[in-house]
């Protein structure tokens, strides 16, 4: 395990379910949100129509929606924990390659073509994710580096000694980038 990965999650088979009931949670909430914009659109004129519109959308799609996260995130989290038992390792490559598996496992009904093509998608949608997670935890660790401490006094006689007697300045406390 990296450095980067030192974060705490559940072991893989509760993995499962914690994963399929966040994906459930997420995909019941935006289906929800985009279930009432829909119901609200489509709704008859007259606010209260447009309300039980949208009310009626989200009863009749949200639930449905969140099944099908939930599917997709089993999915994954078991192709996910069947690449860590199988490689012995945690790392970025798992879960871009479950994403792959995960799309093309879902799509095999579709057909060959389906399935690649759901796949790819699955794979290089994983591989943005872990990009940029791994963008912003490098970019958030630079903010952590330790600051220079530097001497008062010897800052002091390098701005004297450049200012009266026209010597340049060395840097002593400096780190290299």
């Known amino acids: ?15 499962i379910v914690e994963d399929c009931g966040g994906a459930f949670a ?30 009626a959308a989200i009863r009749a799609r949200s639930a449905s929606i969140g099944g099908n996260f939930a599917l ?6 078991a192709m996910d924990c069947s690449l860590v038992y199988y ?16 799309g093309g496992v879902l799509a095999a009904r579709g057909g060959m073509t389906s399935m690649l093509s759901s796949a790819l998608v699955g794979g290089v949608l994983l591989a943005l994710i872990e990009g940029a997670g791994i963008a912003m935890a490098r970019f958030s660790a630079d903010s ?13 006689k390098q701005q004297h000694n450049k200012l009266y007697n026209g010597e340049p300045t060395v840097e002593t406390n400096s780190i290299p980038a």
Request: aromatic share 12%; net charge positive; charged share 20%.
């Open 26 to 55: 997420m995909g019941s909430a935006g289906g929800a949100a985009f279930q009432a914009i829909k119901g609200f659109r489509n709704a008859p004129s007259g606010l209260d129509r447009r309300f039980l519109g949208s009310l």
């Open 144 to 156: 952590y580096r330790p600051v220079m401490i530097v001497d008062r006094n010897e800052s002091y």
């Open 72 to 77: 997709w995130g089993a999915t994954f989290s």
């Open 1 to 15: 395990m990296g450095a980067m990965e030192e974060y705490s999650r559940e072991p893989c088979p509760f993995r």
């Open 87 to 102: 490689r012995g390792k945690e790392d970025p490559w798992n879960s871009i390659i479950s994403g792959a598996l995960t």
